[in-house]
């Protein structure tokens, strides 16, 4: 499996930006996915995941009410929707991808086994 993470850029706070990760595998119903975010000299963290039928998602604390997560399995996307950016979200973004069985949703780096090459989203205040 071979994600690629895109959408990133420079905005101004306040801003909207949309994520987009694509996946190169036959069946992409078949993987939950997942957003995490790099900040210079953080670890990286949990944003977002959906489960692989997309009737289940999760979202940390830190972007409930700004950001959103979906997918489009038919065309193998997932995209992260962000609004009413600040300068803390300022980091490089990655998509992950697993294989899920079930509908499970999985919000651990460690669960995830698939990785993007990730996209830099800059905030400026």
């Known amino acids: 499996v071979q994600l690629q993470a895109s959408g990133g850029g420079l905005v101004q706070a306040g801003d909207s930006l949309r994520l987009s990760c694509t996946a190169s595998i036959g069946t992409f119903s078949s993987v939950a996915v997942g957003w995490f975010r790099q900040a210079p000299g953080k670890e990286r963290e949990f944003i977002a995941a959906?489960?692989?039928?997309?009737?289940?998602?999760k979202l940390a604390d830190s972007v409930k009410g700004r950001f959103t997560i979906s997918r489009d399995n038919a065309e193998n996307m997932v995209y992260l929707q962000m609004k009413s950016l600040r300068p803390e979200d300022t980091a490089v973004y990655y998509c992950?991808?697993?294989?899920?069985?079930?509908?499970?949703?999985?919000?651990?780096?460690?669960?995830?086994?698939?990785w993007g090459q990730g996209t830099l989203v800059t905030v400026s205040s």
């Open positions: 992950a991808a697993r294989y899920s069985a079930w509908s499970d949703i999985f919000y651990s780096r460690e669960q995830y086994h698939y």
């Open positions: 959906i489960n692989r039928l997309a009737d289940g998602m």
